[in-house]
């Protein structure tokens, strides 16, 4: 499908003609309708044009989750240009390799992130625009703006580019078009019930797939209204759900955890929320049925940056059988298996890599030819790197990734298979088992365990736990308890980091 102009940043004037006073956007004592969300994008979008920004130029965005990010977003795309959300809690070194990789030719930031942006460095013949109205830059430009661009965009053109989390290396951009993004929200849509009168809160960042892809576009899609939360803390949340009467949000499961875990947690009323989701991480059963004992739907979504980024979802039917399943695959998405020579296979009960293909799935990395080219088979699959077993009732549930996995006397390992069995342990916190070298095994796992606050664990007792529930061979050979897993923004634990601990304490240890 080739359709003209139907990009992302003509979606708040196509949703202005159907429903201009519904409020889209609302944030503290502010709050956009439609119609004037779709003014302030084109007079952006003139102000882009008028500072030379044409098609194929990146526009970045350093900063917390406001209303500015979602009107630089569609007047970036408005003009044809490609969106950049970067990371704010990155060093300044690691957003300007971002500038530089990207090569954006205008950069907006926050005031929050104005000392970053100084240490980052200037962009080079490029435009600073900070969004504080103490300066002026933003809505000086705004008032200003310039001529519409007339600028034809189409579904295949590049839309947005998103850095990977980098927990395996440098991060690298995804490239998503505008034809992704859509054909995501399509999917969205119609796995859930989003209704024009949703009130959803973005907690999730938004240079994160999750806070972008899930929940947020589909509910502006349909005509309802969105509110960006610049700083994710649990209380403030569960009063803002109780007080306006969010119907939805996305999440990650640390965010999900600390919620369920607060004290407001029991007199907070929730039943205003119609559907909550949550992905980038598994979740651990007890706390899927904390929320899912207080009566709200609770669905995980399965997914990646690549693919815009959902695979597969829950069900609201099927969630009470498997609390911590990744669902079906979405409507337009097909899944298959490696099988031998990288071909793709059915997918079944025994654990393989997953392939996926659709037209949400992207393209390929940005000024990485040869990385893009090496992510597919067959022309249009794209390796996941996640090893997924399908139960007889076609519910995927993810193993664990295709690197994480350990190979010990010849035995494959998943460690998420591990950590999922210590999670069920209540002393236990967090848990995350890597691989080390070991002379007698060829490889052995680490694992490294934090206690929950009050309880108290030794290593024999979590021993005898995994030995309850695992074969001896899955079993880590070290263990080493911690106080803190080291996490990059949307709590992923960095596993390059515990990789290189566990090497350093463990592969010269007794064996």
């Known amino acids: 499908m080739n359709l003209p102009d139907f990009g992302l940043g003509s979606w708040p004037a196509r949703r202005a003609r159907i429903s201009p006073d519904r409020t889209a956007l609302v944030q503290h004592d502010r709050s956009l309708t439609y119609a004037g969300l779709a003014d302030r994008v084109d007079r952006l979008a003139g102000a882009l044009t008028r500072l030379g920004v044409r098609p194929g130029d990146r526009v970045a965005y350093l900063g917390v989750n ?8 569609f007047a970036a795309t408005r003009c044809g240009a490609i969106f950049v959300p970067l990371n704010y809690r990155l060093a300044p070194a690691e957003i300007r390799y971002m500038l530089d990789d990207s090569g954006a030719s205008v950069l907006v930031h926050s005031a929050d992130t104005a000392g970053l942006v100084a240490a980052a460095g200037s962009l080079p013949d490029g435009v600073v625009i900070p969004t504080d109205p103490a300066e002026g830059g933003f809505e000086a430009e705004i008032a200003e703006a310039g001529p519409l ?15 990977t989390s980098g927990t395996t290396g440098r991060p690298k951009a995804a490239v998503l078009t505008h034809g992704n993004l859509t054909w995501n929200t399509v999917n969205q849509l119609a796995h859930l019930d989003v209704l024009s009168t949703d009130k959803a809160l973005c907690i999730a960042p938004l240079f994160h797939c999750v806070g972008l892809g899930q929940i947020t576009l589909p509910t502006l899609f349909k005509g309802g209204s969105v509110e960006p939360v610049a700083k994710f803390d649990p209380g403030t949340i569960l009063a803002r759900i109780g007080d306006a009467g969010i119907t939805s949000f996305s999440a990650v499961p640390t965010m ?17 929320l119609t559907c909550v989701l949550y992905g980038g991480s598994p979740v651990a059963e007890r706390v899927a049925r904390a929320w899912l004992d207080r009566g709200v739907k609770l669905l995980q979504g399965y997914g990646m940056t690549e693919a815009a980024p959902g ?79 399908v139960d007889d009732d076609g519910w995927a549930h993810v193993v664990d990734r295709v690197k994480d996995m350990i190979i010990s006397g010849g035995e494959n390992v998943y460690p998420a298979e591990i950590e999922a069995v210590a999670l069920r342990l209540d002393a236990v916190d967090a848990c995350a088992v890597v691989g080390v070298p070991d002379e007698r095994w060829g490889e052995a ?67």
């Open 66 to 73: 406001d209303i500015t990010v979602f009107e630089t977003l």
């Open 149 to 163: 661009p007339d600028t034809e965009v189409r579904l295949d053109d590049p839309c947005l580019l998103l850095y």
């Open 256 to 272: 999900l955890e600390m919620m369920s875990r607060h004290d407001a947690w029991d007199r907070t009323d929730l039943s205003s």
């Open 311 to 389: 695979v597969s979802m829950a069900t609201h039917e099927g969630t009470l059988d498997h609390p911590v399943a990744a669902g079906v695959p979405h409507f337009f998405t097909d899944v298959a298996a490696l099988g031998p020579e990288l071909a793709p296979g059915p997918l079944g009960g025994t654990p393989a890599e997953l392939l996926v293909r659709g037209p949400h799935v992207f393209g390929g990395y940005w000024n990485r030819p040869e990385e893009s080219q090496a992510g597919f088979v067959d022309g249009a699959w794209f390796r996941t790197g996640d090893v997924v077993r």
């Open 445 to 511: 796992g680490a694992a490294f365990v934090v206690v929950r606050p009050g309880a108290e664990l030794d290593e024999p007792r979590f021993r005898a736990h995994l030995e309850q529930h695992l074969a001896r061979y899955k079993v880590p050979k070290h263990v080493q308890f911690t106080d803190t897993l080291p996490r990059n923004a949307t709590g992923k634990i960095r596993r390059v980091e515990l990789r290189t601990l566990a090497a350093e304490t463990f592969t010269n240890g007794p064996a």
